[in-house]
T-cell receptor
């Protein structure tokens, strides 16, 4: 296993279109996180899954955003009716969450979204 | 809620020692982590402090004082490749990791 994989690496879309990103975590990791990062800022938490259950969503995650992890393996993040403010790097991370959620998150290379 | 503060930029010369501070206001957490991110790259894990005190990993050390709501990352024998952004992050009671705004380290020859 080579780590967390995200596809696509780059996405340019027109305002109002829908986009979907995919994340394949490290295979034995039960926790999967989605973060958003803009230039010069730290990653902002969006949502996380433990196995297939989505356990927490940030208030940043508007109704236009939806995430799934159908079989507890890969995850998808969909943004509907994209807006220019959605332009950012979308990072996926996974961890082996034992009793305290794990100590280390492994990040993918991210998907850079540009909304024009 | 969780709120973390870091200096926005730090500059040091090759071979020197640099300390990057992280202060926080939280309702509690399991531990404090540090991540490194090169331009265009993914954040990568450096260290984790569950307890107060110093953790050493090679050239990098990290410190936590819960009573002072404070932690730092210490980088020794700086190398040009250490030029990157560094983020502190709290393990928010196993819910998620909350990141600070990041410190951009520039290492000069």
């Amino acid at each position: 296993d080579t780590g967390v994989s995200q596809n696509p690496r780059h996405k340019i879309t027109k305002r109002g279109q829908n986009v979907t990103f995919r994340c394949d975590p490290i295979s034995e990791h039960n926790r999967l996180y989605w973060y958003r990062q803009t230039l010069g800022q730290g990653p902002e938490f969006l949502t996380y899954f433990q196995n297939e259950a989505q356990l927490e969503k940030s208030r940043l995650l508007s109704d236009r955003f939806s995430a799934e992890r159908p079989k507890g393996s890969f995850s998808t993040l969909e943004i509907q009716r994209t807006e220019q403010g959605d332009s950012a790097m979308y990072l996926c991370a996974s961890s082996l969450g034992r009793d305290r959620g794990g100590t280390e998150a492994f990040f993918g290379q991210g998907t850079r979204l540009t909304v024009v | 809620g969780q709120s973390l503060e870091q200096p926005s930029e730090v500059t040091a010369v090759e071979g020197a020692i640099v300390q990057i501070n992280c202060t926080y206001q939280t309702s509690g957490f399991y531990g404090l982590s540090w991540y490194q991110q090169h331009d265009g790259g993914a954040p990568t894990f450096l260290s984790y402090n569950a307890l107060d005190g110093l953790e050493e990993t090679g050239r990098f050390s990290s410190f936590l004082s819960r009573s002072d709501s404070y932690g730092y990352l210490l980088l020794q024998e700086l190398q040009m490749k250490d030029s990157a952004s560094y983020f502190c992050a709290v393990n928010n009671y196993g819910q998620n990791f909350v990141f600070g705004p990041g410190t951009r380290l520039s290492v000069l020859p």
